[in-house]
């Protein structure tokens, strides 16, 4: 890997290499790489006309959009870093992030503007808002506000590790952190990309995941970075992604296995056109085998699974299309490491383990964060001799494929016996009547943790406690079964898709000694 990256430069070569080529497409509005190099030349001299200087922070928070690519570019320009904030927080939680960033600037969405309004008065370190669609009596349109500068590329000393984004980690335990990611972190991705994409300028590329997600911004940047075309969706609507697939024919995708649940729910799948994808990525959170084996018989194209967090820039593992013949006996894994990542599954003294035996999974290799933002603590135990310790547990196989079970701290203790969620939702939910699972642990006097499954049935279907606990013998050993289920309207996720366990849990562990997660 070369060690002068710099991600705005790349950006700026291709967009000299294809200045006419559409590269972004949002509710019809197209805008050209030489239009997206035009317009964030604006923003950066509007950045520096606000003083911003390098290093420093500024909030985002709004829909996804193509103006976000713009602003990222410019701030890039400007060496300042985006910030970007989970659009689902309430609003205590946001002004932890933007405090925490010490933002100095937000940029926000019409549906975020009362939100903002709320919390302004404690965010001192904020000196400007900018309304991204306009329409505030006291805060600058966007796009007037860049709109008043000329488009004049500031010359500034760029740096290969200047943070270049900051994304701040869901925060199930505790308050969230800010993951530190680099031009340097950036390109690791980009050639990790070439192990599972290879997209070229003829792909049409649909960003359907939010901005705010490490998935959402490689997707994203790593399309802009190959000359593809990329249609940009303002969030998750399962509707709106199978008729722009359809009417826009769409070539490429990235989806999270609930989003993949939820477009294969829709009503009109079967006739659905999807003839136009060659390639679904999908990552996350586990991925039940059945849906799997559906979207795949519906899409008739190459599945690829990546496995990443936010501290490795979004890198580490993938499961190539080969892999995804039920024969191979893969379905369950993420793959095998990516180029330039190693991969190590270790106990809790961070000793290798055996084949086979569940441990830890720790990574190294480039694309590893810069690492928490004024957190030198958190780094430090995230972070051992280069290796970055994931928090998710699973086993590495007799041919190196790595096997994912679930997060370290999701793992239920049943009677000394450890039951992973992922395998038991997994065979669940081969069920037909079942349309979403999630099992957690609960407090049992007998076994210290029992296994709880809450299902939401299929529309129209009817379920018994019993008939799932029987579904299940056939499939799973008995120590791993349910032994209760509740049954429930919708799960509780985050944005990304992954089970919010610690909402399950917590009626539950209300008032008892020991908490999970």
């Known amino acids: 890997m070369m060690s002068d990256f710099i991600l705005i430069e790349a950006m700026e070569a291709r967009g000299a290499k294809q200045p006419d080529t559409t590269a972004l497409v949002y509710q019809g509005r197209e805008t050209s790489y030489g239009q997206l190099s035009h317009s964030s030349n604006q923003v950066a001299q509007a950045l520096l006309a606000e003083g911003i200087e390098p290093h420093a922070r500024i909030g985002f928070m709004g829909a996804n959009s193509d103006l976000y690519f713009q602003l990222l570019y410019g701030m890039q320009k400007t060496r300042s870093v985006l910030v970007g904030v989970n659009s689902r927080l309430a609003g205590p939680e946001v002004a932890y992030v933007l405090n925490d960033a010490q933002a100095e600037m937000v940029f926000v969405g019409k549906d975020f503007v009362p939100l903002i309004e709320s919390i302004l008065a404690d965010c001192p370190s904020v ?239 480039a694309s590893i964060m810069k690492g928490y933002w004024n957190k030198p603590d958190a780094t430090a135990d995230a972070v051992k001799d280069e290796w970055f310790y994931s928090g998710d547990a699973g086993f590495l196989d007799a041919e190196g494929y790595v096997f994912i079970h679930d997060r370290v701290k999701d793992m239920i203790v049943s009677g000394g016996e450890n039951v992973y969620p992922a395998e038991v939702e997994n065979a669940l939910f081969a069920h037909p009547d079942i349309a979403d699972v999630a099992v957690i642990g609960v407090p049992d006097e007998k076994w210290g943790e029992a296994v709880k499954a809450c299902v939401v049935a299929a529309p129209g279907k009817e379920l018994s406690e019993k008939d799932i606990i029987d579904f299940a013998r056939a499939r799973i050993a008995g120590y791993k079964l349910p032994k209760s289920v509740d049954f429930i309207e919708a799960l509780p996720r985050n944005p990304s898709g992954k089970i919010l366990r610690r909402e399950l849990r917590e009626p539950y562990w209300e008032g008892v000694g020991r908490r999970v997660g």
Not at 132 to 141: F, V
Not at 198 to 222: D, Q, R, S, T, Y
Not at 306 to 331: F, I, M, Q, S, W
């Open 127 to 365: 000196k400007r808002v900018i309304a991204m669609d306009g329409g505030h009596d006291e805060w600058t349109a966007f796009d007037a506000w860049r709109d008043a500068f000329d488009a004049v590329a500031p010359s500034l000393d760029y740096q290969p590790d200047d943070d270049i984004i900051q994304l701040y980690t869901s925060g199930t335990t505790g308050h969230p952190k800010g993951v530190q990611l680099t031009n340097l972190n950036m390109q690791s991705a980009f050639e990790q990309s070439e192990d599972w994409a290879g997209w070229n300028e003829k792909e049409h590329v649909l960003l359907c995941m939010p901005l705010f997600h490490i998935a959402g911004v490689n997707v994203g940047l790593i399309g802009l970075y190959k000359g593809s075309k990329v249609t940009v969706l303002p969030e998750v609507d399962p509707a709106e992604i199978l008729r722009l697939i359809e009417v826009e024919k769409v070539s490429v995708l990235f989806m999270v296995p609930a989003v993949i649940l939820f477009v294969m729910q829709q009503p009109n799948i079967a006739e659905a056109d999807v003839s136009s994808v060659r390639q679904v990525i999908y990552g996350a959170s586990p991925i039940a085998e059945e849906l799997l084996v559906q979207a795949a018989a519906k899409f008739k194209c190459d599945f690829v699974q990546v496995y990443g967090l936010t501290e490795t820039t979004g890198g580490g593992t993938n499961l190539k299309p080969e892999d995804h013949d039920p024969a191979r006996n893969k379905l369950r894994s993420c793959g095998k490491p990516n180029a330039g990542v190693e991969v190590r599954i270790v106990d809790e003294a961070g000793n290798d383990v055996a084949q086979g035996e569940v441990g830890e999974i720790i990574l190294r290799g």
